[in-house]
């Protein structure tokens, strides 16, 4: 509800130019997504970074990904977006034309019913290639609370606490016409609470998606930490967790940001804030350290406060430049990262680069966009890469002129619906 009311304001009124930090994204919703602050000289920035990362022990991991996996010739034909319906006034999933824009399908729920809902939150859509997509559904039941009105009957009393959550994770594929064909329940995917953060192999072998576990109360908080990521073999049903943990007054992780698998689907790779917990409740204080971390072989599971370091902000200069957004490459070898920085004095900035692992290279500038003025702000709401991790998907921009696009030779291609505050997510 809190994530439709404020899809309503934003349709109405747009968002406003802002500096984000780590814990603003956590505010937004359940779960999260929405601009930090980005990178004045990427150069700079990242041979401090890397040189930082290199010293630490980092190495080159999961190099036996097979070339090729999830590449296609060009960008895909189709995209799948989730967007506010003004006229349905609600959030509805849809296949499009990356030429044309045009509505090839309505992407249905295959679970309707009170409390239903597909692709809810930051990345509840994930493509393993151009043509077969997977996305969470989620179903809640909830108890009327006590009425202070005798007799009032119970359809009409308030609803009280949650008292059951369970997502499943549905595939489905789009035809060369992009129509959708059906939708099947992956083996394995019946998950106890709520599951909107997924990512699928390349071979669509596997799916990794992060969970938050119904608390004792009933009631979600959005600063409520996950039980951790279940990595589902999605041919024999198969499933491992890497979870949480608990360590009182530790520093440890709290959330995934961004899911990714190398092209085999041996690592999986994480994008989230380390930070201070209490009890089950996040307590960033707006100092979290965001890191990319490489857990190998996904399927085995474990820890999430181990892996491998391969990316932190904590270690980017000049001091303030920050991680919302990364991916791994399919061989493993480098992570394409949208990194954001707003310096006391000066224009915003927001960039999106590929940044290579565990060398001593130069990262490559992929985009890069200014706000004129420190006020003005930087926006950014999506980022999204293809399973070949060639064609990215970025909603951005500075002040209003807030574009979603796909990036093609440092430019933003516009892509349907145009107009960057409309999409929630976008995955092809």
Same mark, same amino acid.
């Given at each position: 509800?809190?994530?439709?009311?404020?899809?309503?304001?934003?349709?109405?009124?747009?968002?406003?130019?802002?500096?984000?930090?780590?814990?603003?994204?956590?505010?937004?919703?359940?779960?999260?997504?929405?601009?930090?602050?980005?990178?004045?000289?990427?150069?700079?920035?990242?041979?401090?970074?890397?040189?930082?990362?290199?010293?630490?022990?980092?190495?080159?991991?999961?190099?036996?990904?097979?070339?090729?996996?999830?590449?296609?010739?060009?960008?895909?034909?189709?995209?799948?977006?989730?967007?506010?319906?003004?006229?349905?006034?609600?959030?509805?999933?849809?296949?499009?034309?990356?030429?044309?824009?045009?509505?090839?399908?309505?992407?249905?729920?295959?679970?309707?019913?009170?409390?239903?809902?597909?692709?809810?939150?930051?990345?509840?859509?994930?493509?393993?290639?151009?043509?077969?997509?997977?996305?969470?559904?989620?179903?809640?039941?909830?108890?009327?609370?006590?009425?202070?009105?005798?007799?009032?009957?119970?359809?009409?009393?308030?609803?009280?606490?949650?008292?059951?959550?369970?997502?499943?994770?549905?595939?489905?594929?789009?035809?060369?016409?992009?129509?959708?064909?059906?939708?099947?329940?992956?083996?394995?995917?019946?998950?106890?609470?709520?599951?909107?953060?997924?990512?699928? &192999?390349?071979? *669509?072998?596997? %799916?990794?998606?992060?969970?938050? #576990? =119904?608390?004792?109360? @009933?009631?979600?908080?959005? !600063?409520?930490?996950?039980?951790?990521?279940?990595?589902?073999?999605?041919?024999?049903?198969?499933?491992?967790?890497?979870?949480?943990?608990?360590?009182?007054?530790?520093?440890?992780?709290?959330?995934?940001?961004?899911?990714?698998?190398?092209?085999?689907?041996?690592?999986?790779?994480?994008?989230?804030?380390?930070?201070?917990?209490?009890?089950?409740?996040?307590?960033?204080?707006?100092?979290?350290?965001?890191?990319?971390?490489?857990?190998?072989?996904?399927?085995?599971?474990? &820890?999430?406060? *181990?892996?491998? %370091?391969?990316?932190?902000?904590? #270690? =980017?200069?000049?001091? @303030?430049?920050?991680?919302? !957004?990364?991916?791994?490459?399919?061989?493993?070898?480098?992570?394409?990262?949208?990194?954001?920085?707003?310096?006391?004095?000066?224009?915003?900035?927001?960039?999106?680069?590929?940044?290579?692992?565990?060398?001593?290279?130069?990262?490559?500038?992929?985009?890069?966009?200014?706000?004129?003025?420190?006020?003005?702000?930087?926006?950014?709401?999506?980022?999204?890469?293809?399973?070949?991790?060639?064609?990215?998907?970025?909603?951005?921009?500075?002040?209003?002129?807030?574009?979603?696009?796909?990036?093609?030779?440092?430019?933003?291609?516009?892509?349907?619906?145009?107009?960057?505050?409309?999409?929630?997510?976008?995955?092809?």
């Amino acid at each position: 509800m809190e994530r439709q009311l404020r899809d309503l304001m934003i349709a109405e009124a747009g968002d406003p130019p802002h500096r984000v930090t780590v814990e603003a994204v956590r505010r937004r919703a359940i779960r999260r997504r929405a601009a930090q602050a980005g990178a004045a000289s990427l150069a700079v920035i990242l041979a401090v970074g890397l040189g930082v990362a290199v010293s630490a022990g980092i190495l080159r991991f999961g190099t036996s990904a097979a070339r090729g996996a999830g590449e296609h010739a060009g960008p895909p034909r189709y995209y799948v977006t989730q967007y506010f319906d003004p006229k349905a006034r609600k959030l509805v999933m849809a296949v499009r034309a990356r030429a044309s824009g045009r509505v090839t399908a309505v992407v249905g729920d295959p679970m309707p019913g009170p409390g239903s809902s597909c692709g809810q939150g930051t990345a509840g859509l994930a493509a393993a290639d151009d043509q077969t997509f997977f996305m969470t559904c989620s179903v809640w039941r909830s108890a009327p609370a006590p009425s202070r009105r005798p007799g009032l009957p119970r359809q009409f009393r308030r609803p009280g606490k949650i008292t059951s959550i369970q997502s499943r994770i549905y595939r489905f594929h789009v035809t060369s016409a992009g129509r959708i064909t059906g939708y099947s329940l992956v083996k394995g995917s019946t998950l106890s609470g709520w599951a909107d953060n997924i990512a699928a &192999s390349a071979d *669509g072998s596997e %799916v990794a998606a992060e969970v938050i #576990a =119904l608390p004792r109360s @009933g009631r979600m908080a959005t !600063n409520q930490v996950p039980e951790g990521i279940f990595v589902i073999n999605t041919g024999t049903g198969s499933r491992s967790l890497w979870h949480t943990g608990y360590v009182p007054g530790a520093n440890q992780y709290v959330d995934a940001m961004d899911i990714s698998f190398t092209g085999n689907g041996r690592d999986l790779v994480v994008l989230g804030p380390r930070c201070r917990r209490a009890g089950a409740l996040v307590n960033c204080n707006g100092h979290a350290d965001m890191q990319v971390r490489a857990y190998s072989p996904a399927e085995a599971g474990g &820890s999430l406060q *181990g892996g491998q %370091v391969l990316l932190q902000d904590s #270690a =980017l200069k000049p001091r @303030g430049t920050s991680l919302s !957004n990364a991916f791994i490459s399919p061989d493993g070898s480098a992570v394409t990262a949208v990194l954001t920085d707003c310096p006391p004095h000066g224009a915003c900035t927001l960039t999106v680069a590929r940044i290579p692992v565990g060398a001593a290279q130069q990262p490559r500038v992929l985009y890069r966009v200014h706000s004129g003025t420190r006020f003005q702000g930087i926006f950014e709401r999506l980022f999204s890469s293809d399973p070949s991790g060639r064609y990215l998907i970025l909603d951005a921009g500075a002040g209003s002129g807030r574009v979603n696009g796909w990036i093609d030779h440092g430019r933003l291609v516009p892509l349907a619906p145009a107009n960057g505050n409309i999409p929630e997510y976008e995955a092809w």
